[in-house]
Nanobody, 125 residues
Framework: QVQLVESGGGLVQAGGSLRLSCAAS????????MGWFRQAPGKEREIVAA????????YYSESAKGRFTISRDNTKNTVYLQMNSLKPEDTAVYYCAADFASWGSTWYSGLPGSWGQGTQVTVSS
Protein backbone atom coordinates (compact mmCIF):
# COMPACT_ATOMS: atom_id res chain seq x y z
CA GLN A 1 0.00 0.00 0.00
CA VAL A 2 0.91 3.63 -0.38
CA GLN A 3 0.52 6.27 2.34
CA LEU A 4 -1.35 9.40 1.33
CA VAL A 5 -1.49 12.82 2.98
CA GLU A 6 -3.84 15.52 1.72
CA SER A 7 -3.46 19.26 2.17
CA GLY A 8 -4.90 22.47 0.81
CA GLY A 9 -8.41 22.39 2.16
CA GLY A 10 -10.01 25.37 3.83
CA LEU A 11 -12.79 27.93 3.78
CA VAL A 12 -13.52 29.79 0.56
CA GLN A 13 -16.37 31.91 -0.74
CA ALA A 14 -18.58 30.71 -3.53
CA GLY A 15 -16.93 31.34 -6.88
CA GLY A 16 -13.47 31.00 -5.40
CA SER A 17 -10.76 28.43 -5.98
CA LEU A 18 -8.72 25.94 -4.00
CA ARG A 19 -5.99 23.50 -4.93
CA LEU A 20 -5.77 20.27 -3.02
CA SER A 21 -2.55 18.29 -2.91
CA CYS A 22 -1.96 14.68 -2.02
CA ALA A 23 1.55 13.57 -1.24
CA ALA A 24 2.27 9.87 -1.50
CA SER A 25 5.01 7.79 0.01
CA UNK A 26 6.36 4.70 -1.65
CA UNK A 27 8.44 3.92 -4.69
CA UNK A 28 5.58 2.76 -6.89
CA UNK A 29 3.63 6.03 -7.04
CA UNK A 30 4.01 6.34 -10.80
CA UNK A 31 2.26 3.00 -11.28
CA UNK A 32 -0.87 3.93 -9.33
CA UNK A 33 -4.11 5.35 -10.58
CA MET A 34 -4.91 8.26 -8.26
CA GLY A 35 -8.22 9.82 -7.47
CA TRP A 36 -10.20 12.21 -5.31
CA PHE A 37 -13.42 11.41 -3.51
CA ARG A 38 -15.57 13.56 -1.30
CA GLN A 39 -18.14 13.04 1.40
CA ALA A 40 -20.58 15.69 2.49
CA PRO A 41 -22.44 15.49 5.83
CA GLY A 42 -25.25 12.98 5.63
CA LYS A 43 -24.27 11.84 2.15
CA GLU A 44 -22.40 8.90 0.72
CA ARG A 45 -18.84 9.24 -0.44
CA GLU A 46 -18.60 9.94 -4.16
CA ILE A 47 -15.87 9.96 -6.77
CA VAL A 48 -14.80 13.40 -7.95
CA ALA A 49 -11.95 12.71 -10.35
CA ALA A 50 -9.30 10.15 -11.20
CA UNK A 51 -6.10 10.08 -13.24
CA UNK A 52 -4.23 7.09 -14.58
CA UNK A 53 -0.56 6.47 -13.88
CA UNK A 54 0.71 8.24 -17.01
CA UNK A 55 -1.49 11.28 -16.53
CA UNK A 56 -2.84 11.07 -20.07
CA UNK A 57 -6.33 9.92 -19.11
CA UNK A 58 -8.59 11.56 -16.59
CA TYR A 59 -12.14 11.02 -15.39
CA TYR A 60 -14.53 13.43 -13.74
CA SER A 61 -17.91 13.29 -12.10
CA GLU A 62 -20.62 15.32 -13.76
CA SER A 63 -20.47 17.87 -10.95
CA ALA A 64 -16.70 18.29 -11.40
CA LYS A 65 -16.54 18.55 -15.18
CA GLY A 66 -15.55 21.98 -16.38
CA ARG A 67 -14.68 23.26 -12.91
CA PHE A 68 -12.14 20.83 -11.44
CA THR A 69 -8.86 19.61 -12.88
CA ILE A 70 -6.90 16.63 -11.64
CA SER A 71 -3.20 16.37 -12.38
CA ARG A 72 -0.16 14.56 -11.09
CA ASP A 73 3.58 15.02 -10.85
CA ASN A 74 5.23 11.63 -10.67
CA THR A 75 8.60 13.23 -9.92
CA LYS A 76 7.10 14.67 -6.72
CA ASN A 77 4.82 11.75 -5.85
CA THR A 78 1.95 14.21 -5.72
CA VAL A 79 -1.52 14.45 -7.20
CA TYR A 80 -3.49 17.69 -7.32
CA LEU A 81 -7.09 18.76 -7.59
CA GLN A 82 -7.58 22.30 -8.83
CA MET A 83 -11.10 23.41 -7.95
CA ASN A 84 -12.51 26.54 -9.55
CA SER A 85 -15.92 28.20 -9.45
CA LEU A 86 -16.63 26.52 -6.14
CA LYS A 87 -20.20 26.18 -4.96
CA PRO A 88 -21.64 25.66 -1.47
CA GLU A 89 -22.62 22.14 -2.55
CA ASP A 90 -18.91 21.34 -2.99
CA THR A 91 -18.56 21.51 0.78
CA ALA A 92 -17.26 18.14 1.93
CA VAL A 93 -14.29 16.24 3.25
CA TYR A 94 -12.09 15.44 0.27
CA TYR A 95 -10.11 12.20 0.25
CA CYS A 96 -7.20 11.17 -1.89
CA ALA A 97 -7.09 7.54 -2.99
CA ALA A 98 -4.74 5.23 -4.84
CA ASP A 99 -4.95 1.82 -6.46
CA PHE A 100 -3.06 -0.20 -9.03
CA ALA A 101 -6.32 -0.75 -10.88
CA SER A 102 -6.99 1.59 -13.76
CA TRP A 103 -10.30 3.38 -14.14
CA GLY A 104 -13.17 0.96 -13.74
CA SER A 105 -15.26 -0.73 -11.10
CA THR A 106 -12.63 -0.28 -8.39
CA TRP A 107 -13.03 3.48 -8.73
CA TYR A 108 -16.66 4.11 -9.51
CA SER A 109 -17.57 1.63 -6.77
CA GLY A 110 -15.43 3.57 -4.31
CA LEU A 111 -13.05 0.68 -3.60
CA PRO A 112 -9.46 1.82 -4.14
CA GLY A 113 -7.06 0.21 -1.71
CA SER A 114 -5.31 3.22 -0.17
CA TRP A 115 -6.84 6.34 1.34
CA GLY A 116 -5.68 9.57 2.89
CA GLN A 117 -7.12 11.01 6.08
CA GLY A 118 -9.13 13.67 4.28
CA THR A 119 -9.12 17.45 4.13
CA GLN A 120 -12.12 19.69 4.78
CA VAL A 121 -13.35 22.03 2.07
CA THR A 122 -16.02 24.53 3.07
CA VAL A 123 -17.60 26.85 0.53
CA SER A 124 -19.63 29.71 1.95
CA SER A 125 -22.47 31.35 0.06
Amino acid sequence: QVQLVESGGGLVQAGGSLRLSCAASGRAFSTYTMGWFRQAPGKEREIVAAIVWSGDMTYYSESAKGRFTISRDNTKNTVYLQMNSLKPEDTAVYYCAADFASWGSTWYSGLPGSWGQGTQVTVSS
